[in-house]
């Protein structure tokens, strides 16, 4: 029975044996059929390469700086809150050996203060005449027309950010509240104060955030204390809550009060019938690939495998975006439109779509504003790409690792 048993013991070995490479195999294909079916590349990878293909083609032998700068640590800029306590702020901020851009800036050209008027060239009857770039940088394409007319262009005031030199990588401190419980100042890419400032809004102006949320140029705009209502509006809740918070910690109740400031969550693409020719100034920072972000950070990375389609079609959601921000102005108003995109596709190309658009189906006339003194009035602080078609763009650069930031200007004739 011993000797049975012992060889039943080795017939269900030998069996267990046998059939272990059968077992084997079967999960090495239930494996194998997963690792088929779910090529993990990060997102982070696939963004990558979707810039290194468009990107080498538009910059040329800019993009291996850019690249690089883009994977290295940004810069952050110290949007003063003119609601706390400026004098004690600014202290502060110039003990840490940070400047102010906007005031050192307006200081070198010729000693005029920060809220300086400046010539801005700008171009009449849309956007035709503007010469093509070539391919790799250099400097600004000026085209004839471009230099004929001449317009004044007047830049926001009141707005002070702090920087850092170029090539000093230093990072602020976080904020901290006052004795009036407003933090002190804002940390934001200091890039991205460049579409508010550009936008001109002047005392008595009404003005229409259309995608604001989470908040940092709304907060800018109200900084410059120069808006008699400003209507934020962001299609997300959620992102809005994250609005309200930030406004709860550098801005008086007064000037949240409903006359003055209205938050809404529509679908900005509807605006132009819900508003039209309504407001002074008009901001349009669409919804992009957020480029930086999309080369660091896994989550909410729009170059997901599964976000194809909505990164495919966003350059048309950000046309629509635009034309209703268009139909939204009145008469003699001002649109800006800006992403964090290096994108031609979500840059220019939208900006030349959406003015064809409202020229040709809603009889709008618009002009371009060149932004040319801009750049020439913060090149010591940013790096400007310098060969867009149309509008400036903000390149991250090692020295100054800002953006990107696209920003364009367009003025509505009637
Ligand atoms: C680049 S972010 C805006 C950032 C904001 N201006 C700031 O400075 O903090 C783009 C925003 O557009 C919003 N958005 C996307 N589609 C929209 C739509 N159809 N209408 C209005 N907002 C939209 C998104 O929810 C997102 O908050």
């Known amino acids: 029975m011993a000797a049975l048993r012992g060889s039943s013991f080795r ?46 083609l538009q910059f040329g032998g800019l993009w291996p700086s850019i690249r690089l700068s883009l994977l290295s640590q940004q810069k952050y800029g110290a949007l003063v809150n003119g609601f706390a306590d400026v004098e004690k702020v600014i202290e502060e901020l110039e003990l840490q050996q940070a400047k102010d851009f906007v005031y050192e800036a307006g200081r070198k050209t010729e000693g005029q203060g920060p809220d300086c008027k400046l010539l801005a060239d700008s171009t009449l009857g849309g956007i035709r005449n503007l010469q093509t770039p070539e391919p790799s940088g250099g400097t600004a394409q000026e085209s004839p027309s471009v230099l004929e007319t001449k317009e004044s262009i007047t830049l926001s005031p009141n707005l002070k950010c702090f920087t850092f030199p170029r090539g000093d990588i230093t990072r602020f401190k976080p904020a901290r509240p006052d004795g009036l419980r407003m933090l002190q100042y804002y940390l934001m890419d200091a890039a991205s104060l460049l579409p508010v400032l550009a936008l001109g809004v002047q005392p008595g102006h009404t003005v229409l955030d259309l995608c604001a949320a989470p908040g940092g140029k709304s907060l800018a705009l109200l900084q410059t204390e120069c808006c008699r209502h400003l209507a934020a509006n962001d299609i997300s809740s959620s992102r809005l809550n994250r609005l309200r918070k930030i406004l709860h910690s550098y801005v008086p109740k007064n000037v949240c009060a409903e006359d003055r400031l209205r938050i809404t969550s529509f679908d900005g693409r509807h605006w132009g019938v819900i508003e039209r020719n309504t407001f002074d100034r008009v901001l349009v920072d669409v919804p992009c690939t957020t480029d930086r972000h999309s080369v660091l950070e896994e989550d909410n990375n729009i170059f997901s495998r599964l976000r194809i389609r909505e990164r495919q079609m966003l350059p048309l959601l950000q046309t629509q975006l635009l034309v209703a921000g268009i139909l939204a102005t009145k008469p003699g108003g001002s649109i800006m439109y800006s992403t964090c995109s290096l994108s031609q596709l979500q840059n220019e190309y939208v900006v030349e779509r959406a003015v064809e658009v409202a020229t040709t189906e809603h009889d709008v006339e618009l002009r371009l504003e060149d932004l040319t003194d801009i750049r020439t009035l913060y090149r010591d602080t940013f790096n400007f790409y310098g060969l867009c078609r149309v509008g400036e763009l903000v390149l991250p650069h090692l020295t100054a690792n800002y953006g990107p930031m696209y920003f364009c200007k367009l003025h509505r004739i009637h």
């Open 11 to 56: 017939l269900r070995t030998l069996t267990e044996r046998l059939g272990e490479p059968q077992r084997l195999l079967r999960r090495n294909i239930y494996k194998k059929k997963w690792a088929s079916s779910r090529p993990r590349v990060p997102n982070t990878q696939l963004a990558l390469q979707n810039l290194d293909m468009n990107c080498s």
